[in-house]
């Protein structure tokens, strides 16, 4: 029994997450295993209504549940910042989620913005450092407000942060079986203390993994090169901020922000899976959003509780829907509403059960 916290959220969250908690519960059913669902309202309307972000009494909760699923945080009447600090960021860091792993994947009958590239050259991993560098919110102003004002807003990095985040991309790359290539992402150009380190630490670690060829690229290079020839990569290893940007490229390349989902990891506490698209308010309750990040998300989720057979599932129906149902991958261009394409994920999960 996995006791799962949703947080549904803002804009089109709730929409998104409604029919990811459909294929959850078909694949549930077939596959027999049982789960218990803890809503939270957290996001702007609560924000609003009440003034209260993020409660501690909140958190301490989700400290205590299996796995946490969440729609979207984000909404246009509040100042920016508020709530993404507030809710998804003080998520991360007071939970540990230490890890942002982000699949790059082109799925069959995605169409990709880039010419001459299909599913054989795009599929890589993205493990962001999720808790250190300029997330910390480590920084502050001097002289606010005057003509001599000072911003200063720090990178933070620490030698066990990076470690322990250099380690997991290395034992994925191990088990995803692929070409074996670990590309530490960095700046050691220009940013001569924290990728210092992080290349130091990447030499040390590196040793324990003598099976996985290691690579490194500026940041600057790679977003030339994960359009040029993505096909170069297998797992990529970067800080917070880095990685918040090249996953941006990963997520269009992909096919947009219609199919990308990532998992917040704690590999030793509880971890928390999303579509990475935002809140999309402008879409709120039209039945145009895409589902099918967070139907992928809850498959990220899945094979996280280790319940394989259920996200392979939930895989080939996606797969099925993007090559046989689905037009566009945008709002509104799907040929279908937003909860027809849940109801066909669900669809083909019981046909390929029986
Ligand atoms: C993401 C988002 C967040 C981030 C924002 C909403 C704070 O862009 O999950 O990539 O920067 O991490
Ligand atoms: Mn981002």
Not at 23 to 52: C, M, P, Q, W
Not at 204 to 232: C, F, G, Q, R
Request: aromatic content about 8%.
């Amino acid at each position: 029994m996995y006791n799962i916290a949703v947080i549904p959220g803002d804009g089109t969250g709730p929409e998104v997450i409604s029919e990811g908690l459909k294929v959850l519960k078909a694949v549930s059913d077939i596959n027999g295993f049982t789960y218990n669902l803890i809503e939270y309202d957290l996001g702007g309307e609560r924000y609003l209504r009440t003034g209260e972000i993020l409660p501690d009494s909140v958190v301490e909760e989700l400290m205590k549940v299996d796995v946490i699923y969440l729609g979207a945080i984000g909404h246009p009447d509040v100042k920016p910042g508020t709530l993404e600090r507030g809710i998804l960021l003080k998520i991360r860091s007071l939970l540990d989620q230490y890890i942002n792993l982000r699949p790059v994947r082109l799925y069959p009958g995605v169409e990709t913005p880039l010419r001459d590239k299909g599913p054989e050259d795009i599929d890589f991993v993205v493990v962001r450092e999720n808790t250190e560098g300029f997330y910390t919110g480590a920084g502050g102003f001097l002289k606010k407000g005057t003509k001599d004002e000072v911003a200063i807003q720090e990178s933070i990095n620490t030698r066990k942060g990076v470690e322990r985040c250099l380690r997991y991309a290395f034992d994925l790359c191990r088990k995803r079986g692929g070409t074996r290539k670990l590309t530490l992402c960095g700046k050691t150009n220009v940013l001569t203390y924290a990728f210092d380190l992080w290349h130091r630490a990447f030499k040390d670690v590196s040793k324990d993994y003598p099976d996985i060829a290691t690579d490194y690229a500026h940041v600057d290079a790679i977003s030339m090169w994960l359009i040029k020839n993505p096909e170069w990569f297998d797992v990529i290893v970067t800080d917070n901020m880095f990685g918040d940007i090249i996953t941006d490229i990963g997520a269009i390349i992909q096919g947009g922000m219609g199919i990308a989902a990532g998992g917040n990891i704690n590999p030793h506490g509880t971890s928390m899976f999303e579509p990475i698209g935002g809140s999309a308010p402008k879409y709120q309750g039209k039945d145009m959003i895409n589902p099918l990040a967070a139907i992928s998300a809850c498959q990220m989720m899945l094979e996280h509780l280790g319940e394989l057979d259920a996200a392979m599932l939930v895989e080939k129906a996606i797969i099925k829907v993007l090559t046989r149902d689905i037009k566009s991958l945008s709002a509104g261009k799907m040929g279908h509403g937003t909860r027809e394409v849940g109801d066909l994920v669900v669809k083909y999960v019981v046909e390929d059960s029986d």
